[in-house]
């Protein structure tokens, strides 16, 4: 089979292939991956089988990535959950890996991640995973009485119903000023985390290129915001992407509220699924919170493609360096240590 290159943020195929895609999610959007070109530089790729000028029957999506503190690489996506090929034949699918294994050695790059939802289709002797997750997604078939019936009482109703005594206000759309309030709470996460926050303008960008598909949701009681969620949507999938909190003010229950009322609005509108996000598997407080909403756990397994072997450590470093350093810094500094190293990390 013959390969093509195309550029996904602006080959109009690539938007209408996604958009009928079952496997799609709004990781394979072009707004999503536009963004990541517009915050951090990366130059988007797809490989397909598909002839220029004709309708997209396949396509994986990349984004070239070149840092010089971690060097040339092809991902994905960078700073996404999971990013399944969408490649319905096992021949099209060795097709493709061959073309990458090419560029590979051509262009020098180090290697090639993949996010996959399950284990690619033809692996090879240079394909090693280094990676995994746990995804936790909610059926969002059953009613909302069962839904809430289903989570924890103690940890997770309870909190939904404190959240609604002490008369916390949800708060959503888009606009700057929800931005603004939901990006103090991040840094105050992040900084709680020991790691910097994602910049500023990678939460604008998302906002311009998804529209209505990105949703900032704040609690406040009164005047004070005491958390926020960012929320995607795709097609029938709502998907829980970023959380942040006040921590004074945690015993209120304002991101069980969000996230109850999230799933509220995606009930009515007919969606089927609530994507939770992933997890790592040292991280057993958020494992244990996402569970306690009765959602399924299943494992994502990060892949790469070498030429030599290739581990993620040349990646995590730069994110468990200076933990105590990024926990003490003032915001303004703190805001800007994100904004130099997320670019080198995706």
Not at 134 to 140: A, G, I, N, Y
Not at 337 to 345: E, M, S, T
């Amino acid at each position: 089979m013959n390969v093509y290159r195309l550029n996904p943020v602006t080959d109009p195929r690539w938007a209408a292939f996604v958009a009928d895609d079952v496997q799609s999610s709004i990781f394979h959007s072009a707004g999503w991956i536009d963004a990541l070109h517009r915050t951090y530089g990366y130059e988007p790729l797809a490989y397909t089988t598909t002839p220029p000028g004709c309708k997209l029957t396949d396509g994986m999506a990349f984004c070239r990535i070149r840092t010089w503190l971690t060097g040339r690489r092809l991902v994905s996506l960078p700073f996404s959950d999971h990013c399944n090929p969408l490649v319905n034949s096992p021949e099209a699918l060795s097709a493709l890996f061959a073309a990458i294994d090419r560029d590979l050695e051509v262009e020098g790059w180090k290697y090639a991640e993949f996010r996959p939802l399950i284990a690619p289709l033809a692996p090879g002797a240079k394909l090693a995973e280094t990676e995994a997750f746990v995804l936790h997604v909610l059926d969002l078939r059953p009613g909302l009485s069962k839904l809430f019936s289903g989570f924890h009482k103690g940890c997770i109703q309870r909190k939904i119903r404190r959240a609604e005594r002490e008369g916390l206000v949800c708060e959503e759309g888009q606009t700057e000023r929800l931005l603004r309030i939901f990006y103090s709470l991040l840094v105050k996460t992040r900084r709680r985390h020991g790691l910097p926050p994602q910049p500023m303008q990678w939460f604008r960008n998302l906002v311009a290129c998804l529209g209505t598909n990105v949703r900032i949701r704040v609690a406040l009681k009164g005047s004070v915001a005491v958390a926020g969620i960012l929320t995607l949507q795709h097609k029938n999938t709502l998907v829980y992407k970023y959380g942040c909190s006040d921590e004074r003010f945690n015993n209120l229950g304002g991101t069980q509220l969000l996230l109850w009322k999230a799933i509220e609005e995606a009930h009515t509108e007919g969606l089927l699924s609530f994507d939770l996000g992933r997890s790592e598997l040292n991280n057993p407080g958020l494992l244990t919170f996402k569970d306690r909403w009765g959602a399924a756990r299943t494992t994502l397994h990060y892949y790469r493609w070498a030429l030599v072997s290739s581990s993620a450590v040349d990646r995590d470093w730069t994110m468990n360096l200076a933990k105590c350093f990024f926990s003490r810094i003032p915001d303004p500094f703190l805001a800007a240590a994100g904004r130099l190293l997320y670019r080198h990390i995706g």
